[in-house]
């Protein structure tokens, strides 16, 4: 089945040791996301990608960066996790919106960053 | 700035109840409103996108209403089973590619 794929569903770290996690999508979008989520939090947008156009909501800390090598791979790299760092998050996907503005948003599974 | 709110937190009811769960949004321009499903450690489904121009949309025993001009919208789901437990969440759509999401509706369904 099409679908958004995370790894791995679970991650510990240390203290500002650099991880990386890893989105792959069989959808064909253009567009890909990345949101944190804390427990019990809304989820936040970090970043978007329009094919290899990158777009960082203004508030995402520099700590956070993404790469997107072709359409099917996206991949979030946090530099120096810290404890606040912990959280759940999620890649989506999205068709072009400006021609397809009632699309949704599919939702990989999570991957649970677990900061020691 | 944009800032969703859903109300109550948490709900709990008897299995085969109706009930309404709300999303109240600060800024009426939108482009579109959804819900979503999330379950315990799990992603996000889509139940339902409402476009800005409608008032309305259906899915077996989901409806989603939204009033723009008054800044919300409402889940209705009705004969509720123990299967729709999950936490809901609506997100607005504010710009393009960009979504704000409330902090969910906690909901159990007793058998």
Redesign the interface.
């Known amino acids: 089945d099409a679908m958004?794929i995370?790894n791995p569903r679970y991650q510990v770290t240390q203290f500002g040791k650099p991880v990386t996690l890893s989105c792959s999508q069989t959808l064909n979008h253009n567009?890909m996301?990345w949101y944190q989520q804390k427990s019990?939090?809304?989820?936040?947008?970090l970043f978007?990608y329009?094919d290899k156009d990158f777009?960082n909501e203004a508030d995402t800390p520099d700590n956070f960066q993404s790469r997107r090598p072709n359409t099917s791979f996206c991949f979030l790299d946090i530099r120096s996790p810290g404890l606040g760092d912990a959280a759940?998050y999620?890649c989506?996907t999205?068709r072009d919106?400006?021609s397809l503005?009632?699309?949704?948003?599919?939702?990989?599974?999570?991957t649970?960053l677990t900061v020691l | 700035k944009q800032e969703?709110t859903q109300i109550p937190a948490a709900l709990s009811v008897p299995e085969g109840e109706n009930l309404v769960l709300n999303c109240s949004f600060t800024d009426s321009a939108i482009?579109?409103l959804?819900w979503?499903r999330q379950d315990p450690?799990?992603?996000?489904?889509?139940l339902l996108?409402i476009?800005s121009s409608q008032r309305e949309q259906t899915s077996g025993r989901l409806n989603a209403s939204l009033d723009k001009s008054s800044g919300r919208s409402t889940l209705y789901i009705a004969a509720s089973q123990p299967g729709d437990s999950a936490t809901y969440?609506c997100?607005v759509s504010s710009g393009?590619?960009?979504?704000?999401?409330?902090?969910?509706t906690r909901l159990k369904v007793l058998a």
């Not at chain 1, 503005?101 to 999570?110: C, E, R």
């Not at chain 2, 450690?41 to 889509?46: D, I, P, Q, R, V």
């Open positions: 958004v995370q567009v996301y019990s939090q809304a989820p936040k947008l978007h329009y777009n759940m999620l989506a999205s919106q400006t503005p009632t699309d949704t948003q599919y939702f990989g599974p999570g649970r | 969703v482009y579109n959804q979503f450690g799990k992603g996000l489904t889509s996108l476009q969440l997100a393009t590619y960009k979504y704000i999401f409330g902090t969910g």
